[in-house]
């Protein structure tokens, strides 16, 4: 398992805008640099983000290789009710991982 | 005279500035025609912000947002970034809905060398929105070796 770095509000407000920032320990290997053999490692890289509040999507992402190593991404949602907050990576070589906080809406 | 003394100083500035190729030039119009389908790109309402010098480009900061008030009726579907000079066009795409509250993303990205950027927003109404950022990059990021 990757090691992950959230930062999700544990309490919000009714309405409000929450920022969230999620970052994976990850390589990102991009598929066009060769090793210190000269041999071009083959692409390892996480491609998709997703964040599910209480189940439905509210933010997703597609990432591409020009993304860096251990893939930061910040975004924004409302807080409409309490509930769990999920987050998954999805890449290469079967890579797939979900995380999950619990927020507080008062 | 004064031609060679125009030429010879603004020689160093000339370096700096990214000298895109014509084929980088289609394959990012190419990559936009993909995002929009073919509608028109207006500029504005996107706002990109990101070093104009980055020293490293193995790891930039940059936020993209979009000016809207992100109701139901009126929202970001999504936003798509886009450079001209790294091995692929793509840099992120991000789905947004209502729900999002803003329109707003931040990651970390690689550039090879100093290039322009392009950000695209998708309105909920069909039409696109864009702005272009040209950075120049000390130290590229190891993509091709």
Known sequence: MARVLLRVPTTAEKGSVIE???LIQHVMETGYRPNAQGVVQARDIIWHFTCRYDGEVVFSAALSPAIAANPFIAFTTIATESGPISFTWEGDNGFAQTETRHITVT | MNLTRRVLLSAPAALLLPTPTRAD????????????????????????????????????????????????????????????????????TAQFSPRSGRAYVATHIRLATSQALVAV???????????????VVTLAACIEG
């Open chain 1, 20 to 22: 969230i920032r999620a």
């Open chain 2, 121 to 135: 927003a998708e309105m909920s109404d069909g039409s696109f929105w864009s702005q272009r950022v040209e950075v």
């Open chain 2, 25 to 92: 030039q289609q394959r990012l119009a190419a990559a936009l025609q993909e995002f929009t389908g073919g509608a028109a790109l207006r500029e504005g309402r996107v706002r990109i912000e990101i070093s104009p010098l980055v020293e490293n480009g193995n790891a930039v900061p940059i936020s993209v947002s979009v000016e809207a008030p992100m109701t139901a009726a009126d929202h970001v579907r999504r936003i798509g970034v886009f450079n001209e000079r790294n091995p692929q066009p793509n840099v992120i």
